[in-house]
């Protein structure tokens, strides 16, 4: 079975990091673009960032010089760190897997930015 699990989303104030994890299994890693969304309550979800097998990066205009995609494919996993939070930054944080016709999600990660 194919899962996608995202962690490390929580309770933050402005101006804190996060790094959030996205852990794979069920699939043969390396050559999936890896992407990360978000989507706030009542809300479409976006677009964040993606990483490509051989670590090109594409980000959200918006989100560039906070926000970082990386991987690591020993471990499964794609990560987003998150630097100097902001509460417009609260929202669910979704991991996608995608490579020729397979398009996998994750179930999301909570994150909430507040005082």
């Known amino acids: 079975q194919v899962q996608l699990v995202e962690s490390g989303g929580g309770l933050v104030q402005p101006g804190g990091s996060l790094r959030l994890s996205c852990a794979a299994s069920?699939?043969?890693?390396?050559?999936?673009?890896m992407h990360w969304y978000c989507q706030a309550p009542g809300k479409q979800r976006e677009f964040i960032a993606s990483i490509t097998k051989n670590r090109n990066t594409n980000y959200q205009n918006s989100v560039k010089g906070r926000f970082t995609i990386s991987r690591d494919n020993a471990k499964n996993t794609v990560y987003l760190q998150i630097n100097n939070l902001k509460p417009e930054d609260t929202a669910v944080y979704y991991c996608n897997g995608r490579y020729a016709a397979d398009d996998y999600w994750g179930k999301g990660t909570q994150v909430t930015i507040s005082t």
């Open positions: 069920g699939i043969f890693f390396s050559p999936y673009t």
